[in-house]
């Protein structure tokens, strides 16, 4: 079966993702060269790059999935602040538990995920006005819960946010001493999270319907799918995902305040579109999204071991890489146009 | 329907006038309420020689607004998508200015070089960034929100490598007059290049036909190519021209602070700027376009952010506000609810119908 | 009743806001029958369709599967009770796979989820079944136009369809292609499936088809075997003509008389995939016709002289020199003009006022530094609203509320203001009242005597007959003959069109 698909050449989706995992094994191989002893060549390194981007993974895999139903979600920065935010508060300045706050987390992002999906679906707006909308709307509303930064002192939260799970290899450091690698409990609900979407988007019907959705809409609606359901349903997905995302996010920088998570938009999209994700929908791959996001971890990763750049670089140099992969999906699509003529 | 023909004169001139009757009306609330709630709403008084008031203030902060409303609607009309890039254009802008100014320096007390070569190379850049987002939208066909999504985040990177991460302060009057006052002349000078600029924008629409290509692109693509229009060439130009015209806010808003806040110039404006283009009754998805719709739809938006601010909401919570007017206006704008509301309309009438019977 | 018989349908009707689509219209299919539904554009054979596969409700009438009654509210219901539909435009997702377009909203599950190995399994029994060479795991896209048009039939055939409706599938396939389509035809009338062939290829429907059904002007015309239906008989019917009693109109048409002088040669223009190479001259002071049957290939003959579609071959000379066509705009500095024949999707720019619409094409000669004056504008409105009698409220209103008729006439107007050497009216009649239709012929006549070259399309031929001097026949997308003067007959016109006579006798 393997070797067949691969003697029909490899075609388009695929090639983006090759490209993508190609780039990532270079760039990252390339640092472990340069930046050795800066520690990039230990396996912690790897795992830190998994640690920082927990919530972006969870929120680019949401992202993912919007995308490939061929619309788009620019909330998700915004709604992460604000899930910080309400969480940080709720903890600090109203004394609840961290369930609460977990609860109040993947409620916030569920209703941005109905309203924008039921705006996007039931009445046809654009998906992008809906959301930028969105996007206005939760960072104001961050900003009225508390124009202040709160910083999380909740034990329970720190302890969960502390809490290292030490995996059986390790590194030794300048002095000598043998370290340990560990991971957080994010990073293990963040991979959990990419490996069951990624079963879901291949094995249930809820998953084929967005691919198929995404593919041809009219095509779809006659073969007897349910459009507006189904695009309601991604949303609203992507909105939970977006809550538990911005906890995780939450649990790496233990506060909250209005200018968190900004760009985060960006990287969600550059992660999904760097993954091999059409704009234009039908194709894309949560795994694609994971390596789209170490891409950008890395990316960031390299310019601050540099130490020279300013961390504006990290920005720009992933902006140029996903108009690069834009231009290359246009190149694509056009180029396999005039093939089909 | 006899009648019908007979009023259709009537029933159009109704038609023209609308256009601008619901944003007359937007404006004439959010005033009306000001009005209301502080009296001397409308006073102008003369202080050091320099006029005070709201009105005047509205005017005046809402000045990039309106420069950056009108780019906007040129291209909504054109390309049925918006250019969210252009409050991170502003700031690019304004520090290529500073900089040139500073001669590389944080701060200056002189200009280190001529004024407008600084002026000439941020419009320069501006239309590099049009050209940019014009390239990725009008040739290789990519949602208009999406290409300029680019420069929307990579803009105010770009901005702190040139201005190496600091504020550039340009400490000379002669910079702080587009932001403050020209001699003795009491009116603020951000009003005369709002004003200017929608002049010189209405006359090169009145003077080519330029307006009528852009409304005829936005219609109808097909059937303007076969008339001879070139589409593509059509929107490239009208992000240039909205960029363009973003650079020259960027360097009004950068010469009121005498500096170069990339993290601050431009924030939000994106949002506002379309919103007065929702406002003005221009449909978003393109087509027929009103700059003068759109004028007042700026200062309607404005005049609401004032408002807000005098109520104490604060700057960061401005965008709950202006997040739910846009839902709203999109949502009357849908066709989906415009059905629904005929719908409703005309189950009502059947009714009526009925019930005469 | 016939047992064979698997869909009836009796005394159909359908109308649309008062005009009447269908009336009175008997179908009938029997079992392992390919039956071709004909008729002009217009006659009712889409709107018959729809309201067969649940699209439009109709109004009278009834429609039988079998022995049952059915009444179908949707497309998804008219599948359940074994009516399947494959348009011209494939319905299927080019991002999948062959397997999962042939499964998807109905994919077998093991445990809660997608089988993936049975319905790979499954789709390659159910291609196999079929003949079509295509493994299941290929991407749709990569499938070439006729593969995926089987891909659509096979999905339908899988879901037990009784009735297999097959929507000018052979538009966009070529020689080989349609072949490879008939062969899968043959083998479903084996298994019994009845189909329903909507065309316009004369040559197809005497390759594979038992029986054709006639319709024109939303009525049914007749039932007829195949073999038993000479092919200018068809035409004769479709067109509404009895052969026996076609009079040779040749009332107003004024033989062609000056000096020839070209204005338009074209020697081997062509457009892959739309039209054939031809050659073709266009002279000045003629009224020249482009006949044949619709999709025959007249719209896109003279989209390529026009440069709406860039011919991708031969060459072009305007006035004696050769010159290369790149876009609409260069065609028109060299004096063309095109009246497209979908009036709403290429003509008119809704939202924009008659003036607007009037005076567009002239602003776009001019250049966009060079705008009219509004006097200028005025003017020239209303100029051509006096002259053609547009009928409309004003000068300013929007063109969309103007009838269609009127809104023709200000797209003739359009050109007119131009002042062109070159006029294409691609079916400039179609849909419009008498009164207006016999002003739009007298106006074409007048340009011609005034010298310019007239390119005059028409699906009525009477019309043409009236008009144009010289007429050329298209057939299948290519040129096929040119009749003139003496010549220039229904009945010679229509065995043009209907071609291959010999053979099939």
Redesign the interface.
């Known amino acids: 079966m393997k070797n067949r698909r691969l003697k029909k050449g490899i075609n388009s989706s695929t090639f983006l993702l090759m490209i993508t995992i190609i780039l990532f094994f270079t760039m990252y191989i390339a640092g472990m060269i340069i930046y050795s002893d800066n520690g990039f060549a230990k396996p912690q390194m790897f795992l830190n790059l998994l640690i920082s981007n927990a919530g972006l993974i969870v929120i680019g895999c949401g992202m993912t999935l919007v995308m490939i139903t061929g619309g788009i979600d620019i909330s998700v920065g915004s709604v992460t602040a604000l899930v910080c935010m309400s969480a940080a508060y709720v903890m600090e300045n109203k004394g609840c538990n961290i369930y609460v706050a977990v609860a109040i987390s993947i409620v916030l992002g569920g209703v941005f995920g109905i309203v924008q999906g039921y705006l996007i679906a039931y009445l046809d707006i654009q998906p992008f006005i809906v959301t930028l909308a969105g996007m206005f709307f939760g960072r104001g509303m961050t900003a009225v819960i508390s124009t202040d930064m709160i910083s999380i002192k909740n034990e329970l939260f720190l302890k969960w946010a502390n809490c290292k799970i030490y995996l059986p290899f390790g590194s030794v450091n300048r002095k000598g001493v043998y370290q340990q690698a560990y991971i957080y409990p994010t990073v293990i609900i963040a991979l959990a999270i990419v490996i069951i979407l990624s079963f879901a988007l291949k094995y249930t019907k809820f998953g084929r319907r967005l691919y198929a959705i995404g593919g041809n809409q009219q095509s779809a609606l006659m073969m007897g799918l349910n459009i507006r359901k189904t695009k309601m349903q991604a949303y609203i997905l992507n909105g939970f995902l977006t809550g538990i995302g911005g906890f995780l996010f939450c649990l790496n920088s233990c506060a909250g305040f209005v200018e968190q998570a900004k760009g985060m938009e960006m990287d969600g999209i550059s992660a999904a579109v760097i993954g091999g994700t059409l704009l234009s929908g039908g194709v894309g791959t949560v795994i694609g999204t994971l390596f789209g996001v170490l891409i950008k971890g890395t990316i960031s990763c390299l310019i601050t071991t540099q130490g020279t750049l300013s961390s504006w670089w990290v920005r720009i140099v992933l902006s140029a890489l996903l108009c690069f992969f834009i231009v290359l999906q246009s190149v694509l699509s056009s180029s396999k146009k005039k093939n089909s003529r | 329907m006899i009648e019908k023909v007979g009023n259709r004169k009537h029933c159009y001139k109704k038609i023209t006038e609308r256009r601008l009757f619901m944003p007359l009306v937007c404006l004439f609330i959010v005033l009306l309420a000001n009005v209301i709630k502080t009296p001397d709403f409308f006073k102008v008084s003369i202080n050091n020689g320099v006029l005070y008031g709201y009105t005047i203030d509205i005017l005046n902060r809402g000045s990039e607004l309106i420069i950056l409303s009108i780019g906007m609607t040129l291209v909504t009309a054109a390309s049925g998508g918006q250019d969210i890039s252009v409050g991170a254009v502003m700031a690019v802008a304004a520090a290529v200015c500073c900089q040139i100014l500073s001669g590389g320096a944080v701060t200056t007390n002189t200009f280190e070089n001529p004024l407008i070569i600084a002026i000439l190379a941020a419009f320069t850049v501006s239309i590099l960034c049009g050209m940019f987002n014009g390239f990725l939208v009008a040739r290789l066909h990519i949602q208009p929100m999406v290409a300029t999504l680019i420069l929307y985040t990579a803009g105010r990177g770009i901005a702190q490598l040139i201005t190496k991460g600091q504020i550039t302060y340009i400490r000379v009057d002669n910079y702080k007059i587009l932001g403050g006052y020209i001699g003795s002349c009491p009116v603020p000078t951000p009003i005369f290049a709002a004003i200017m600029t929608v002049i010189i924008v209405f006359l090169v629409i009145k003077n080519t036909a330029l307006g009528l290509y852009i409304e005829c692109v936005g219609i109808n693509g097909s059937a303007s190519r076969l008339v001879g229009l070139n589409s593509a060439m059509l929107k490239f130009l009208t992000y240039i021209i909205c960029s363009l015209l973003a650079g020259v806010a960027g360097i009004v808003a950068s010469s009121r602070i005498y500096s170069a806040d990339a993290n601050n110039i431009g924030l939000n404006l994106e949002m506002d700027a379309i919103l007065a283009v929702a406002l003005g009754g221009n449909i978003l998805s393109g087509g027929k376009f009103s700059l003068a719709g759109s004028v007042i739809g700026a200062i309607t938006i404005q005049a609401l952010t004032t408002t807000l601010y005098a109520m104490k909401v604060s700057a960061d919570q401005l965008p709950v506000y202006k997040a739910i007017v846009v839902i709203v206006i999109v949502i009357l704008q849908s066709p989906i609810f415009k059905k629904y509301a005929a719908g409703l309309v005309s189950k009502r009438a059947a009714e009526g119908i009925e019930g005469a019977n | 009743m016939n047992k064979k018989i698997v869909l009836s349908v009796k005394n159909i009707s359908k109308s649309f806001s008062g005009t009447k689509a269908l009336s009175s219209v008997d179908f009938s299919l029997q079992k392992g029958e390919i039956h071709a539904l004909m008729g002009e554009n217009g006659a009712g054979k889409s709107t018959l369709i729809k309201v067969i596969t649940g699209v439009y409700k109709y109004d009278e009438g009834e429609i039988h599967i079998g022995e049952r009654k059915i009444c179908n509210h949707s ?2 219901e008219a ?1 359940e009770n074994g009516i399947s539909t494959v ?1 011209q ?8 796979t062959v397997a ?1 377009n042939l499964f ?2 109905r ?1 077998p599950k093991r445990m809660g ?2 089988n ?1 190995k049975l319905i790979n399994q499954k789709s390659e029994e159910i291609l196999r079944n079929l003949n079509i060479e295509v ?1 299941p ?3 749709l ?2 499938c070439s ?1 006729a593969i995926q048009q089987m891909i659509a039939i096979a ?1 339908a055939v899988d879901m037990r369809c009784k009735v297999l409706i097959l929507d000018e599938p052979t538009s966009s396939l070529d020689k080989e292609e349609v072949e490879k389509l008939f062969e899968l035809m043959k083998h479903l009338k084996k298994e019994g499936v009845g189909i329903v062939f909507v065309t316009h290829f004369l040559d197809q429907v005497y390759e594979v088809c038992d029986k054709i059904t006639v319709l024109r002007n939303g009525k049914f015309v007749g039932e007829y075997e195949t073999d038993k239906l000479p092919r200018v008989q068809l035409v004769a019917k479709m067109m509404g003509k009895d052969l026996d009693s076609i009079s040779n109109i040749k009332g107003e048409r004024k033989e062609f008389s000056g000096k020839r002088i070209p204005f338009i040669e074209a020697e081997g223009l062509g457009h ?2 739309t039209i054939k190479p031809f050659c073709l001259a266009i002279h000045k002071g003629e009224v020249i016709g482009l006949t044949g049957l619709l999709g025959s290939g007249r719209s896109e003959m003279v989209r390529a002289i ?1 440069g ?1 579609d860039k011919a991708d071959s031969g060459k072009l000379k305007v006035n004696g020199k050769e010159v290369k066509i790149h ?3 260069e065609a ?1 500095k060299l004096g063309m003009g ?1 009246l ?1 024949e979908d009036r709403k ?8 006022s008659v003036r ?1 619409n009037i005076i ?2 002239m ?10 004056s509004k006097k200028e504008m005025e003017e020239a409105a209303n100029t051509y609203i006096d002259l053609l009698k547009i009928k409309t ?2 000068r ?2 929007p063109i969309k ?1 103007l009838s269609g008729g009127n809104q023709q006439k200000v797209i003739i107007g ?1 050109w007119l203001l131009t002042n062109p050497q070159y006029l294409i009216l691609d079916e400039p009649t179609r849909g419009i009242d008498i009164g207006t239709k016999t002003e739009i012929q007298k106006l074409v006549l007048e340009l011609a005597e005034k010298g310019k070259a007239v390119t005059f399309i028409s699906s009525e031929l009477e019309e043409m007959l009236r008009t144009c001097s010289r007429m050329v026949v298209l057939r299948d997308g290519g040129k096929v003959g040119e009749i003139e003067s003496d010549d220039l007959t229904q009945d010679n016109i229509m065995k043009t069109i209907a071609g291959g006579e010999q053979e099939n006798d």
């Open positions: 497309p998804q599948q348009y435009e494939i319905n299927l997702c080019p991002n999948l999962e998807i909203g994919e989820f997608i993936w493994s795991t290929q991407m896209a990569e136009i999905r892959q995939g026009y709406a876009a609409p705009i028109m095109y497209p999707r290429d003509g008119i720019i809704a939202d924009l607007e567009i094409a602003q776009a000669i001019r250049g966009m530094l060079k705008p009219m409220e004003s300013e209103t509320y359009r």
